[in-house]
T-cell receptor, first 117, second 114 residues
Framework: AQKVTQAQTEISVVEKEDVTLDCVYETRDTTYYLFWYKQPPSGELVFLIRRNSFDEQNEISGRYSWNFQKSTSSFNFTITASQVVDSAVYFCALSEAKETSGSRLTFGEGTQLTVNP | DSGVTQTPKHLITATGQRVTLRCSPRSGDLSVYWYQQSLDQGLQFLIQYYNGEERAKGNILERFSAQQFPDLHSELNLSSLELGDSALYFC?????????????FGPGTRLTVL
C-alpha cells in the first residue's frame, strides 16, 4: 500500500533562513504523482506543485524548489530566504495510477513550519 | 481562493444527530473528492465522484454517505454522529478523474460533535 512519511513534525527557523522539508514515499507503482500542499493558519489547503514519477528534474518557482529523487523515494521541498508568511503546515501527498485507487491523495502527517521574525 | 465552495463553514451538533455538508466544485470540474482531517488520523481520503458516479472509496464509515448531483455539486451525509467524528471536512475538485490531476481544495467545514 502507498505511504507518505514526513518525519519532521515541527520546524522553527528565523526569517531569511533556508529550510528543507523532507518527504519520503512508498509505492509499488512505477507510475505515480507527488504533490505538495500548504495549509496556512486560516485552514485551507493550497496546491503548490505536482510532479510525475518519470520526471526527476528539480523544479524552482521563486523561493520554492523541489528535489525529486526516485533512488531514495524522496520529494523534498526547500524554501529559500524564508518569510513569516511561509509559516504553515506543509503536506506531501502521493497519487497512484491504479484503477482501484481512483485518484485519491495519500497525505503525509504534515510538517508545521514556523518562521520567526 | 480555489473556486471550490463549501457550506457551512462551521457546524456544531450533538451525538446521534445527522448532518449534511455541501460542496460546489470549481466551474468546469467534473470530479469531487471528500477528505477528513482530524488530529489523530491526519488527512484521510473518504470518497471520490466523477460526473455523478462513485469512483473510489477510502476509509469511509458506513454511517457516512455521499453523492454528486447532476449540477455536479456534492453532499456528504454524516449520521449517528459520534464525538470522534469531530474534524475538518474538505471537499476538493479536479477537471478529470485521473491520478495526475491536481486537486483544488475548498475552505473546509469544521464539524464539532458535542
Amino acid at each position: 500500500a502507498q505511504k507518505v512519511t514526513q518525519a519532521q513534525t515541527e520546524i522553527s527557523v528565523v526569517e531569511k533562513e533556508d529550510v528543507t522539508l523532507d518527504c519520503v514515499y512508498e509505492t509499488r507503482d512505477t507510475t505515480y504523482y507527488l504533490f505538495w500542499y500548504k495549509q496556512p493558519p486560516s485552514g485551507e489547503l493550497v496546491f503548490l506543485i505536482r510532479r510525475n514519477s518519470f520526471d526527476e528534474q528539480n523544479e524552482i518557482s521563486g523561493r520554492y524548489s523541489w528535489n525529486f529523487q526516485k533512488s531514495t523515494s524522496s520529494f523534498n521541498f526547500t524554501i529559500t530566504a524564508s518569510q513569516v508568511v511561509d509559516s504553515a503546515v506543509y503536506f506531501c501527498a502521493l497519487s497512484e495510477a491504479k484503477e482501484t485507487s481512483g485518484s485519491r491523495l495519500t497525505f503525509g502527517e504534515g510538517t508545521q513550519l514556523t518562521v520567526n521574525p | 481562493d480555489s473556486g471550490v465552495t463549501q457550506t457551512p463553514k462551521h457546524l456544531i451538533t450533538a451525538t446521534g444527530q445527522r448532518v449534511t455538508l455541501r460542496c460546489s466544485p470549481r466551474s468546469g470540474d467534473l470530479s469531487v473528492y471528500w477528505y477528513q482531517q482530524s488530529l489523530d488520523q491526519g488527512l484521510q481520503f473518504l470518497i471520490q465522484y466523477y460526473n455523478g458516479e462513485e469512483r473510489a472509496k477510502g476509509n469511509i464509515l458506513e454511517r457516512f454517505s455521499a453523492q454528486q448531483f447532476p449540477d455536479l455539486h456534492s453532499e456528504l451525509n454524516l449520521s449517528s454522529l459520534e464525538l470522534g467524528d469531530s474534524a475538518l471536512y474538505f471537499c476538493a475538485s479536479s477537471y478529470m478523474e485521473g491520478f495526475n490531476n491536481e486537486q483544488f481544495f475548498g475552505p473546509g467545514t469544521r464539524l464539532t460533535v458535542l
